[in-house]
C-alpha cells in the first residue's frame, strides 16, 4: 500500500481556506433565457448592515428555506419558479431576483413582474437606503438594434456587442418612471456560463457606476467650504505679517486653530467616500473592458457613453481630493510658524522677566552697598566705640589722652573697615557681568 501525504500534519495559517475560497466567493449562475430580473441593491453598514442580514435570516426560516451561513457573503435560493441571490458587500447590501418570462410577451417584458416575486419583494423589507435598481431582460432576439429602439431613448442609447459576438446588451440610463433602470440583453447564441457572466458583470456595472458617483456629492458639497478655508487661510497670513505681540499671535493661532479644525472634519469625512469612489470606478472600468467587443453601429458604447460624464466626476473627485490634501499641509504649516511666534514672543518676555529680576538683585546690592556696608558710617560707629573706651581708660588712672588716641584709630579703623566692605562686594559680584558698583 503506498502511503499518502497527509496535510493535516501541518499547522495551517488561520486565514488560509479564507483566502484560498475568495476565487470562489461570487461564483457565476448558470442561465437559459429567455428570463427576467430585478437587482435592488440597499446602502447598509455597521448595525444597519446586521439588522438586514437579520432580516433575510427570517425571510428564509420563514419559508422553511436553509438562512445563510454566519460568515457568509452570499447565499442563493429557489423560491418556487424564481431564484433569489443575496449578497453582502462593505458598504451596501443586494438581492437579486430572476424568474422565466416565457409567458409574457415581448412587448410587456419591462412592464410586468411575476407576481408571486412581487409579493416576496414587499415581503423583504430593509432598513438600509436603497440606492440601486434594475431591471434587466434577456431575449433571444435576432435584431437587437430594433428592439433597443422600441424600448430606450434614442437619444441616450448605448449598445455593445460581447467580445465573442454571441450577445448584445443596451441601455439609456435612465430611470423609468417605477424607479427601474432598464437593461435589454439581447441572446445570439450564448452559453449558459456566458449568459451568468454577462448579466452579472451588467449589474455589477450599473451598481457600482452610482456607488462611484456618489464621491462626485460629496466634491461638490465640500468644494465650497475648502474655498472658504483657503481664503480665510490667505487672510490670516496676511494678518500675520502686518501684527505682532503675544496676544496678537495667540488670537491669531486659535482662530487658525479653530479653521484647521473645521477642515480636518469635513476632510476625514470624505477621505473614506473619494477612496471608495476610485475603487467603484476602477471596477467599473475593468468589467467594461471584460464584456466589450465590437461597435454597434449608429450607436455608442457603453465605455464611451459613460466616460462622458464618468470621467469629469472622477477628476472633479480627484481634484477636491488633492485641494484637500495640500489645504491641509498648508493650514499645518500656518499653525506650526505660528506657534514658532508665540514661543519666541513667550521667550523674550521670559527673558525681560529675568532681566528685571537681575536689575531688582543689583538694586538691592547697591542698597546694602550704600546703607549696609558704608565705609564712613561704619566708621563713625567704631571710632565713637572706640572713644568711648579711651575715656574710660583715661578715668581710671591710665595715662593716656582720649582725644589724640581717638584722632589716632580714626585711620586704622577706617582702612580696615574698607578693606572688609571691598572684600565682601568683591565676593557677591564675582559672578556678576554687570559692572561693579562703587559704595561710598
Not at 416575486?117 to 423583504?124: E, F, K, Q, T
Not at 581708660?393 to 580714626?410: K, W
Request: with cysteine; net charge neutral; charged share 25%.
Amino acid at each position: 500500500m503506498v502511503d499518502e501525504l497527509d496535510l493535516r500534519t501541518f499547522t495551517p495559517h488561520p486565514q488560509r481556506d479564507a483566502v484560498l475560497g475568495e476565487v470562489h466567493a461570487r461564483p457565476f449562475t448558470r442561465l437559459v433565457s429567455p428570463f427576467s430580473v430585478i437587482h435592488l441593491a440597499f446602502l447598509a453598514q455597521g448595525e444597519a448592515a446586521t439588522s438586514d442580514r437579520c432580516r433575510f435570516i427570517d425571510f428564509c426560516l420563514e419559508r422553511n428555506l436553509p438562512p445563510p451561513e454566519q460568515s457568509a457573503k452570499l447565499h442563493q435560493i429557489v423560491i418556487g419558479t424564481a431564484t433569489l441571490r443575496w449578497e453582502q458587500h462593505s458598504e451596501f447590501t443586494t438581492f437579486t431576483w430572476i424568474w422565466s418570462n416565457t409567458n409574457v410577451s415581448a412587448a410587456d417584458r419591462f412592464d410586468k413582474v411575476d407576481g408571486t416575486v412581487r409579493s416576496l419583494i414587499r415581503a423583504l423589507r430593509q432598513t438600509g437606503q436603497l440606492l440601486v435598481a434594475i431591471r434587466l431582460e434577456v431575449e433571444q432576439d435576432a435584431s437587437p438594434t430594433r428592439r433597443a429602439e422600441q424600448v430606450f431613448d434614442k437619444n441616450s442609447l448605448a449598445m455593445v456587442a460581447t467580445k465573442n459576438g454571441a450577445g448584445v446588451a443596451a441601455s439609456d440610463f435612465r430611470v423609468d418612471e417605477k424607479g427601474f433602470t432598464k437593461i435589454l440583453v439581447c441572446d445570439l447564441g450564448l452559453t449558459s456560463q456566458d449568459l451568468g457572466a454577462l448579466v452579472q458583470r451588467l449589474l455589477e456595472i450599473e451598481t457600482y457606476r452610482p456607488l462611484a458617483l456618489l464621491g462626485l456629492s460629496a466634491a461638490l458639497e465640500l468644494a465650497p467650504s475648502v474655498d472658504r478655508i483657503d481664503r480665510r487661510l490667505v487672510e490670516a497670513l496676511e494678518k500675520m505679517q502686518i501684527g505682532e505681540g503675544l496676544q496678537f499671535n495667540n488670537h491669531l493661532l486659535a482662530e487658525l486653530t479653530a479653521l484647521a479644525a473645521c477642515f480636518e472634519k469635513g476632510a476625514t469625512g470624505s477621505l473614506f467616500r473619494f477612496g471608495a469612489s476610485r475603487a467603484y470606478n476602477e471596477l467599473v472600468q475593468s468589467r467594461l473592458s471584460i464584456i466589450e467587443g465590437n461597435d454597434v453601429s449608429g450607436y455608442p458604447t457603453w465605455s464611451s457613453f459613460l466616460a462622458r460624464r464618468m470621467a469629469p466626476a472622477m477628476r472633479t473627485c480627484a481634484t477636491v481630493e488633492d485641494r484637500q490634501a495640500a489645504l491641509s499641509v498648508k493650514l499645518a504649516r500656518a499653525a506650526d510658524l505660528l506657534r514658532t511666534r508665540v514661543d519666541v514672543e513667550i521667550e523674550r518676555q521670559h527673558r525681560d522677566l529675568l532681566q528685571a529680576i537681575n536689575e531688582r538683585a543689583r538694586q538691592q546690592l547697591r542698597l546694602q552697598c550704600t546703607e549696609g556696608l558704608s565705609v564712613g558710617a561704619i566708621g563713625y560707629y567704631v571710632v565713637s566705640l572706640f572713644s568711648y573706651l579711651a575715656k574710660g581708660a583715661h578715668d581710671v588712672g591710665l595715662r593716656v589722652e582720649p582725644s589724640f588716641l581717638t584722632a589716632a584709630f580714626v585711620p586704622i579703623a577706617v582702612g580696615v573697615i574698607w578693606l572688609v566692605s571691598y572684600n565682601v562686594r568683591k565676593r557677591h559680584l564675582k559672578h556678576d557681568n554687570a559692572p561693579s558698583v562703587a559704595c561710598d
